[in-house]
């Protein structure tokens, strides 16, 4: 069956005095001594919640923060940082409550100021959070009349928030907000009917962890990039030597399988054919250029040669889509960085849609400063790469109306 994604415009307040809506958001940033280093998904949240403030809502944000243990409060894992930022950038007083499941909290929510915005701390301080618990759903969903989930990042999680606090309400009071629903048109729309050639850039350390999504994208993309350490493993596929890089002995036939399955489609898969290397996987390890392909015995690849940046960057930017998952080589190395950058360099210059998976390639990007100069950059790690997969997220699923 047909189906489309709810979003904030489907949502009927009519009737509504100030509706109370639980906002779900993956304000799961990193911090380092009590302070937000990197803001992303602060920001990348404001604009759902600004549309809302508009509209007159009282808002009930919550998110989970990190890997608690879930017996309660770690100090560790507290969202108080993450709410000074958000009051410092929606101009307004932010309420960390800690004691939303106590008789009483409604209260607390019916009486919400114009001024003021409640946030949930973190939810995962509750065991149920994970387990998808629906008592514990119940408990979140009580008194609140929409449920909105912005937290893209965590849609592939089938926690508590995610799904059967959605399932509390109708569907006519569930929706997305605009950054799943921006995550959504370029993670999945952008791969429906595209326009060739679209080009699927793979990087990272392991062809394990990327095996789906290799094999999904030969049925999509024109052309299969591949670099970074997992690209040793199909070098040596092919027969060429890799000295002492990183291969993953026991995947080796399934690269035959990707290549063969690529061949079959007419794929075009690119490969290194110059390196960057040292001598041990160490950040002092002295850069050591390798002209070819092959690589000898007392080195190991750590990025790929100029060589290949070019080739990678003409493919690149002759195409109409291209989407980015996983670094070239160890780009938070200074002298193995160039590959990844020329990369990166190479999607500014492309004039159709370049879209940037999250994790590594989305830190990659921000690491060089040209963020904002691709279509997308994706804000979810694990989320982003199971949506490129072809997965149904639980988070999205719930959220789904038919056509
Ligand atoms: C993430 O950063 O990956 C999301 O916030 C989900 O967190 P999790 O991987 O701990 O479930
Ligand atoms: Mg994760």
Same mark, same amino acid.
């Given at each position: 069956?047909?189906?489309?994604?709810?979003?904030?415009?489907?949502?009927?307040?009519?009737?509504?005095?100030?509706?109370?809506?639980?906002?779900?958001?993956?304000?799961?940033?990193?911090?380092?001594? +009590?302070?937000?280093?990197?803001?992303?998904?602060?920001?990348?949240?404001?604009?759902?919640? /600004?549309?809302?403030?508009?509209?007159?809502?009282?808002?009930?944000?919550?998110?989970?923060?990190?890997?608690?243990?879930?017996?309660?409060?770690?100090?560790?894992?507290?969202?108080?940082?993450?709410? %000074?930022?958000?009051?410092?950038?929606?101009?307004?007083?932010?309420?960390?409550?800690?004691?939303?499941?106590?008789?009483?909290?409604?209260?607390?929510?019916? /009486?919400?100021?114009?001024? /003021?915005?409640?946030?949930?701390?973190?939810?995962?301080?509750?065991?149920?959070?994970?387990?998808?618990?629906?008592?514990?759903?119940?408990?979140?969903?009580?008194?609140?009349?929409?449920?909105?989930?912005?937290?893209? +990042?965590?849609?592939?999680?089938?926690?508590?928030?995610?799904?059967?606090?959605?399932?509390?309400?109708?569907?006519?009071?569930?929706?997305?907000?605009?950054?799943?629903?921006?995550?959504?048109?370029?993670?999945?729309?952008?791969?429906?009917?595209?326009?060739?050639?679209?080009?699927?850039?793979?990087?990272?350390?392991?062809?394990?962890?990327?095996?789906?999504?290799?094999?999904?994208?030969?049925?999509?993309?024109?052309?299969?990039?591949? +670099?970074?350490?997992?690209?040793?493993?199909?070098?040596?596929?092919? &027969?060429?030597?890799? &000295?002492?890089?990183?291969?993953?002995?026991?995947?080796?036939?399934?690269?035959?399988?990707?290549?063969?399955?690529?061949?079959?489609?007419?794929?075009?898969?690119?490969?290194?054919?110059?390196?960057?290397?040292?001598?041990?996987?160490? %950040?002092?390890?002295?850069?050591?250029?390798?002209?070819?392909?092959?690589?000898?015995?007392?080195?190991?690849?750590?990025?790929?040669?100029?060589?290949?940046? #070019?080739?990678?960057?003409?493919?690149?930017?002759? #195409?109409?889509?291209?989407?980015?998952?996983?670094?070239?080589?160890?780009?938070?190395?200074?002298?193995?960085?160039?590959?990844?950058?020329?990369?990166?360099?190479?999607?500014? /210059?492309?004039?159709?849609?370049?879209?940037?998976?999250?994790?590594?390639?989305?830190?990659?990007?921000?690491?060089?400063?040209?963020?904002?100069?691709?279509?997308?950059? #994706?804000?979810?790690? +694990?989320?982003?790469?199971?949506?490129?997969?072809?997965?149904?997220?639980?988070?999205?699923?719930?959220?789904?109306?038919?056509?």
């Amino acid at each position: 069956m047909a189906t489309r994604l709810r979003n904030l415009t489907d949502l009927d307040f009519t009737g509504y005095n100030r509706p109370i809506v639980f906002l779900r958001l993956d304000l799961n940033v990193p911090l380092k001594n +009590g302070v937000v280093t990197d803001e992303t998904r602060i920001t990348a949240a404001l604009p759902t919640i /600004q549309w809302l403030l508009s509209k007159d809502c009282r808002l009930v944000i919550c998110s989970h923060l990190g890997r608690p243990k879930g017996d309660g409060y770690e100090k560790e894992f507290s969202l108080a940082p993450v709410g %000074e930022r958000l009051a410092a950038h929606l101009g307004k007083d932010v309420l960390l409550c800690a004691d939303y499941l106590m008789d009483g909290f409604s209260r607390i929510v019916q /009486q919400m100021g114009q001024n /003021q915005i409640i946030l949930l701390e973190n939810l995962r301080f509750h065991k149920a959070e994970q387990k998808g618990d629906r008592d514990f759903a119940k408990l979140l969903a009580a008194d609140k009349d929409f449920y909105v989930n912005d937290a893209f +990042g965590t849609c592939h999680r089938a926690d508590a928030s995610m799904v059967a606090v959605a399932e509390e309400f109708p569907l006519e009071r569930r929706c997305a907000g605009l950054l799943v629903q921006k995550e959504i048109e370029f993670l999945d729309g952008a791969f429906k009917n595209p326009q060739a050639p679209v080009t699927a850039i793979f990087g990272g350390a392991k062809v394990s962890d990327k095996i789906a999504i290799l094999q999904k994208f030969t049925s999509i993309a024109n052309n299969m990039i591949i +670099g970074g350490a997992m690209s040793y493993t199909f070098l040596r596929y092919l &027969g060429h030597t890799v &000295g002492k890089s990183r291969v993953e002995e026991d995947k080796i036939p399934l690269v035959g399988e990707i290549l063969r399955a690529a061949e079959a489609r007419k794929v075009k898969i690119i490969l290194p054919v110059d390196h960057v290397c040292g001598t041990e996987f160490s %950040e002092t390890t002295a850069p050591v250029p390798c002209n070819t392909a092959d690589i000898p015995d007392n080195l190991m690849g750590l990025d790929i040669g100029p060589r290949t940046a #070019s080739i990678f960057g003409d493919a690149i930017r002759s #195409s109409k889509v291209v989407v980015w998952n996983g670094p070239m080589g160890v780009f938070e190395w200074e002298a193995f960085a160039n590959g990844s950058r020329r990369l990166a360099e190479a999607l500014t /210059q492309c004039e159709g849609k370049t879209i940037v998976g999250g994790g590594d390639s989305a830190a990659a990007i921000t690491a060089f400063g040209l963020e904002t100069k691709v279509s997308h950059v #994706s804000t979810g790690g +694990g989320a982003s790469m199971e949506l490129l997969e072809g997965k149904e997220l639980p988070g999205i699923k719930v959220l789904r109306a038919a056509l």
